[in-house]
């Protein structure tokens, strides 16, 4: 696709579910990353993925999150339990050449847990 | 530790008036900084990659410079459209690829 697409782009959840967000990436870009941004907050790096491998996950903030990719392209972040801190705008970028360029970033998914 | 921050937090601007917005790091191995622009609710919008200390970009009324230790978003007299946040980033690639970014400066500009 022309950009990176997020969706959804809202979701309310109860305490306690899980939810999975989901992430399209530009086409042929094969990094990506995972960032959450809390109101107020600067973005907070969670997962870097190269291809389908994270070799970067320091920025999980529990073992209740948990990312991957597939085919180089579509990636999925689960949060398992969701608690009511969890809820933020979770952000996906994607860039072509990791270390060098600038990344893109989608819109985001705003998820509210009640 | 790797740590970007931004001044000032929020500014307000008449319409016309220049100021300039500044973004201060201390990281290992930076291998380039980037400013972003962010609309309420949308993602951070690409503005300008700088890599090297007296690098500059200019785009309409936003002329972005860096030197060793910080960068500065220039904006010359601006309009009410440029009402938003800006975000800096850098890009460390000690062992990983990531950005890190600060908490932004919320500008406004006023008609």
């Known amino acids: 696709g022309a950009g990176v697409s997020q969706s959804p782009s809202n979701k309310v959840t109860e305490k306690g579910k899980d939810v999975e967000l989901r992430c399209d990436p530009i086409?042929?870009?094969?990094?990506l990353y995972w960032y959450r941004q809390s109101l107020g907050q600067g973005l907070e790096f969670l997962i870097y993925?190269?291809?389908?491998?994270?070799?970067?996950k320091s920025g999980l903030p529990s073992d209740r999150f948990s990312a991957e990719r597939t085919g180089g392209s579509v990636s999925t972040l689960t949060i398992q339990r969701t608690q009511q801190e969890d809820s933020a705008v979770y952000l996906c970028?994607?860039?072509?050449?990791?270390?060098?360029?600038?990344?893109?970033f989608g819109q985001g998914t705003r998820l509210t847990v009640v | 530790e790797d740590q970007v921050t931004q001044s000032p937090e929020a500014l307000r601007l008449q319409e016309g008036e220049s100021s300039s917005l500044n973004c201060s790091y201390t990281?290992?191995?930076?291998?380039?900084l980037f400013w972003y622009r962010q609309d309420p609710g949308k993602g951070p919008e690409f503005l300008f990659t700088?890599?090297?200390a007296g690098e500059e970009k200019e785009k309409e009324r936003l002329k972005a410079t860096l030197t060793k230790k910080e960068s500065f978003l220039h904006i010359t007299a601006p309009k009410p459209e440029d009402s938003a946040t800006y975000l800096c980033?850098?890009?460390?690639?000690?062992?990983?690829?990531?950005?890190?970014f600060g908490t932004g400066t919320r500008l406004k500009v006023l008609a």
């Open positions: 970028a994607s860039n072509n050449i990791p270390g060098v360029t600038e990344a893109f």
């Open positions: 086409s042929g870009h094969t990094a």
């Open positions: 993925f190269q291809g389908n491998s994270a070799p970067d």
């Open positions: 990281v290992s191995g930076l291998r380039g």
């Open positions: 700088l890599y090297s």
């Open positions: 980033a850098v890009l460390i690639t000690s062992g990983t690829y990531k950005y890190i």
